[in-house]
């Protein structure tokens, strides 16, 4: 921070009640009133110097005293001292924090070179030129302190000339920022960093009031100079220095709630909802230049402070549905700050949740071909909705440890998406497991209902084998997961290939065991000569031990037989053709039946 002093004498101004006066042998002859306080000065000093004051005593030597009133004087009292000490060529000291209304109050009393060479105003504007334009921090201050001169310093050009010098050096390259800047994020310490880091001047202008820190950013923004994540970021620490943090803000009750506000309050309140709307306007078009998680604060902050734009709140749903996949759980476990049907306190805002979820789906069902898995051939689409589905089943997860939360909220929740979002339910059956744990006085009715939710076919095997033994599920649930357990268990089953009928199986004895034993060789010697003309009482016989090869097989491993019309062996080596053997044999016997 930069100053300038002026002057060499010492400051013998006093004061006596609500009077101030400065030590002198001469008596006072100009008695100047501002607001409350009444100075005791001297013509000399002042006149020659101010071009008002020779104005309002335009005739001195009618009065031995002249009494002033300047009640409207930029800066008031201590603005109107400073004056006074230069002319008296008392030390004073300038700085960023008193420039502005000295530099208005010198204006106003026309301290200009027309009145006197090296007057007040010539040596406040070459500080102002030479060192709160030309630094970081003096010109944010300077900006800073014309919230309460703001109309003298838009007309005087101080707040243009400010602002252009603040967006200058933002656009500066990194590599040539040489001045000192406030950043205090976590981890991070200047003195491991050479270079300074992209987002160094958004926590100095954070500081401002909302309208400045809007022209800056417009300015920025309009050279398309910096990547609209910056833009976000600037917006990102504007909002957390200003907006109250509704995670740590408790609910009032309803009986202070319905009482008339304070009248502090009630100005704090709107202050905040004109810088959430603002801040709101400013978010770049772009996707990603600020995080989901911070929409969805400033959708909640708007919900808790109330009377923000409809249009506000509806755009702030907008921009968090497109990139809701994004999210986190932490991200959605907002406080709720509305009071429940039975005068409970939720601890969560799901209806919240709620209202973006339902938003995001309007959206990707009109991005969407279709709604069914055949018709949903995008990949992109699956995994957003696949992802959503992920968080939205740990959100419930976390918000049934909710005593307080009525169970129709939460079915409704995790209806709410669409069949096709879950691959898996075993997240689901989580979420239901803590809410019937935490939740021991449910009814039957709605133990039935929220599990009502669960598909018995989409749990995994291992959280199927853990709900059939959970007693907390209703006995028709369990039934539905015994009979999906058993029926895949049975479409797991292996199906020998020997079995290639369902006919009734009949044991044979070791007397028919005896009777079936064929001589193999004799078997293959069949297998070669396929396609050769074959007599009919060879081809009967071929044709017995082809049907008697395969049971006895079977029956010396100890198993059964099918009485059957026609076998397979038991690894499809023997593929005898059955249907020329059978029309082999129909020609033969037409032969017979011939001769």
């Not at 406040?124 to 334009?133: G, M, V």
Request: glycine fraction near 4%; aromatic fraction near 8%; charged fraction near 25%.
């Amino acid at each position: 921070m930069k100053f300038m002093k002026l002057g060499t004498k010492p400051d013998t101004f006093y004061t006596e009640e609500a009077t101030r006066t400065v030590i002198s042998d001469a008596p006072s002859d100009l008695v100047i009133q501002v607001n409350n306080i009444r100075y005791l000065l001297h013509k000399f000093p002042l006149l020659p110097k101010c071009g008002l004051l020779q104005r309002l005593c335009s005739d001195p030597e009618d009065s031995d005293s002249v009494t002033i009133e300047l009640h409207d004087i930029p800066g008031g009292e201590d603005a109107f001292e400073l004056c006074a000490k230069f002319c008296y060529g008392i030390t004073i000291n300038l700085s960023a924090h008193n420039f502005v209304p000295a530099f208005c109050a010198a204006k106003f009393l026309r301290m200009a070179e027309s009145v006197e060479k090296g007057n007040f105003i010539l040596k406040l504007e070459s500080f102002f030129h030479s060192c709160i334009l030309e630094g970081w921090k003096d010109s944010i201050v300077t900006l800073k302190t014309t919230n309460k001169l703001s109309e003298w310093s838009e007309n005087l050009g101080i707040i243009r000339r400010c602002i252009d010098s603040i967006v200058e050096k933002i656009l500066t390259p990194i590599s040539k920022v040489s001045w000192s800047y406030t950043y205090t994020r976590p981890g991070y310490t200047q003195k491991r960093h050479q270079i300074a880091p992209k987002d160094w001047w958004t926590e100095d202008i954070s500081e401002l009031d909302i309208e400045l820190f809007r022209c800056i950013v417009t300015a920025v923004r309009s050279t398309y100079m910096l990547p609209p994540q910056l833009i976000g970021e600037a917006l990102h620490v504007y909002a957390c220095r200003w907006l109250p943090d509704i995670t740590k803000t408790k609910t009032t009750s309803t009986e202070s709630s319905s009482g008339s506000q304070t009248q502090t309050d009630a100005i704090s309140v709107g202050k905040n909802r004109r810088i959430l709307e603002t801040i709101v306007s400013m978010i770049p078009s772009d996707r990603g230049s600020v995080s989901v998680g911070f929409l969805l604060r400033l959708l909640g902050t708007a919900i808790y402070l109330g009377g923000v734009s409809p249009v506000t709140k509806t755009e702030l749903r907008r921009r968090a549905s497109i990139q809701f996949e994004e999210a986190t759980v932490g991200d959605l476990l907002l406080p709720s700050h509305s009071p429940s049907d039975n005068h409970h306190q939720y601890i969560y805002d799901i209806d919240l949740v709620m209202t973006v979820l339902e938003s995001y789906l309007v959206l990707w069902r009109r991005q969407s071909p279709g709604t069914t898995p055949a018709e949903s051939n995008n990949q992109f689409l699956m995994s957003s909705i696949r992802k959503v589905a992920k968080i939205i089943d740990s959100y419930l997860q976390v918000v049934a440890r909710d005593i307080n939360m009525p169970v129709m909220k939460l079915v409704s929740l995790a209806e709410t998406l669409p069949a096709i979002a879950r691959g898996k339910h075993d997240d689901l059956y989580k979420f239901i497991n803590i809410y019937l744990k935490e939740h021991p006085e449910l009814s039957k009715t709605e133990r039935k209902r929220l599990c009502r939710i669960l598909d018995c076919q989409k749990l995994s095997p291992e959280v199927r084998a853990h709900a059939v033994k959970n007693e907390r599920l209703p006995l028709r649930t369990v039934v539905q997961l015994l009979f999906f357990e058993q029926e895949s268990g049975s479409r797991a089953a292996p199906q020998p290939q020997e079995l290639v009928s369902r006919r009734k199986k009949t044991p044979f004895t070791e007397h028919d065991i005896s009777k079936l034993k064929l001589d193999l060789s004799s078997l293959e010697r069949v297998k070669g000569t396929r396609k050769t003309t074959i007599p009919e009482t060879s081809l009967k016989r071929s044709e017995k031990k082809l049907q008697l090869v395969e049971p006895e097989r079977n029956l010396e491993r100890g198993g059964t037989i099918n009485v059957t019309e026609g076998v397979e062996s038991e690894k499809g080596q023997f593929d005898f053709p059955k249907k020329k053997v059978k029309q082999r044999t129909s020609k033969l016997e037409h032969k017979g039946r011939d001769r």
